[in-house]
């Protein structure tokens, strides 16, 4: 009875899969309409995050890019100066590998020298028959020091050899760890490279929107004249903390003070040696038709060119600012100001008094939507001045 009571259990339970799919078609269907839904409400949320991604501010992907590729070519810099420093360290130990191994070869030579004349002390009888052969005290006793001290001269010999293999074995394991630290150094270096090439490619792309589509073109237009707002606001916080400082009430009249910088209009040095490639004013998109309006000029310059001041001063302001890249500001007082953005490193900091001509920092692309280059401006009061009016004429 137990047997056949267990098969039909065991029937009943591998037909039920079966009966349950033919039982109720309703409920597949219910199954196929939600997969269906939760699908669909997938591919919405997949679109609603590309359109976030869309709306998300050019510049702030502009600056997260620039501030990883900063961040990688810092590392390719430490890098290279690592791998400059191990390659010189292993220079340095194969030139000592070479000494000990000229050391040891002479000293092999003299050792051989040595035990050859021993041997053929040995092949006429040892030392003690020739020492022996003699009556006269005194000779036996100068010979037995003679030999004492060749002996003493010998075991030198053993040990100073002794002291260069394991100096030389020293050295070698040394420059073999050098050399694996190399290859691991240079590794690292090929993969930060692809990773600036990466961001780089991802820099292009995007530059590439800007330039190529209205949409793209048009909001970044609206970003960077944000930014303008923000940065002149920015100097008239600046200009208000340095006259709250110096207790200096503020100024009532528009016409520059003619002291100071105010007497080098037109004198200036140029702050990046380059070629202007935009100028200040009004500015028509060619292509779109845009109207901005840029308060300073750019200067084409090739990267790692020094920026120079252009007049003593104090450091107000260094680091990254939206829209500007790698920005300094200078106070040449009398509400003097000038700014030098999109560097690609900074030499000062905030405290610093400059002098004229120091370089303050190098040319680069940080924020920079066109390339390797200088934006330079002067301000008075806050406000924009032409660069041009007041740098020396080129001829």
Same mark, same amino acid.
């Given at each position: 009875?137990?047997?056949? @009571? ?32 939760? +699908?669909?409400?997938? =591919? ?23 501030? +990883?590729?900063? =961040? ?9 100066? *690592? ?29 051989? *020298? ?41 075991? *030198? ?51 590439? +929107?800007? *330039?190529? =589509? ?50 080098? +209009?037109?004198?200036?040095? @140029? ?118 009016? @007041? ?5």
């Amino acid at each position: 009875m137990k047997p056949l @009571w267990l098969g039909v259990l065991l029937l009943a339970v591998l037909a039920a899969p079966v009966a349950a799919q033919r039982k109720d078609p309703t409920l597949r269907e219910k199954e196929q309409t939600l997969q269906q839904t939760q +699908k669909q409400l997938r =591919e919405e949320r997949a679109k609603a995050a590309e359109a976030k991604k869309r709306e998300a501010s050019l510049l702030a992907e502009l600056e997260t890019i620039d501030l +990883k590729l900063a =961040e990688k070519r810092r590392e390719l810099q430490r890098l290279d100066r *690592r791998i400059k420093q191990v390659e010189a360290e292993m220079s340095g130990l194969e030139k000592e590998i070479k000494r000990l191994e000229t050391r040891r070869v002479g000293q092999q030579e003299m050792l051989a *020298r040595r035990l050859s004349a021993l041997y053929k002390l040995h092949a006429q009888g040892g030392v003690l028959p020739m020492i022996l052969a003699g009556d006269d005290p005194v000779t036996r006793a100068v010979q037995l020091r003679h030999l004492a001290a060749l002996a003493t001269v010998d075991a *030198r010999l053993i040990q100073e050899y002794g002291v260069t293999e394991e100096t030389l074995a020293d050295r070698k394991v040394k420059a073999e760890g050098r050399a694996r630290e190399i290859a691991v150094l240079r590794a690292q270096v090929i993969q930060e490279q692809a990773e600036v090439d990466r961001e780089a490619a991802r820099r292009r792309a995007l530059l590439a +929107k800007v *330039r190529d =589509e209205r949409a793209y073109h048009e909001r970044m237009v609206g970003e960077l004249s944000e930014a303008a707002r923000r940065l002149e606001a920015f100097i008239r916080d600046l200009q208000a903390k340095a006259r709250r400082a110096a207790k200096v009430p503020p100024a009532t009249g528009v016409e520059p003070p003619a002291v100071g910088f105010g007497t080098l +209009k037109g004198r200036l040095p @140029w702050p990046a040696e380059g070629r202007v490639v935009s100028t200040f004013g009004e500015q028509v998109h060619p292509r779109f038709g845009t109207r901005t309006f840029r308060s300073g000029i750019e200067i084409e310059a090739g990267e790692g060119t020094d920026i120079l001041s252009v007049y003593a001063g104090e450091v107000v302001y260094t680091g990254w600012f939206k829209g500007y890249g790698n920005l300094i500001i200078l106070d040449h007082g009398n509400d003097y100001y000038t700014l030098y953005a999109h560097a690609a490193e900074i030499r000062v900091k905030e405290g610093d008094d400059v002098r004229q001509g120091q370089v303050i920092g190098t040319v680069g692309d940080t924020g920079s939507l066109a390339g390797s280059r200088l934006y330079f401006e002067v301000r008075y009061q806050g406000r924009p001045q032409d660069p041009s009016a @007041w740098l020396q004429q080129r001829g």
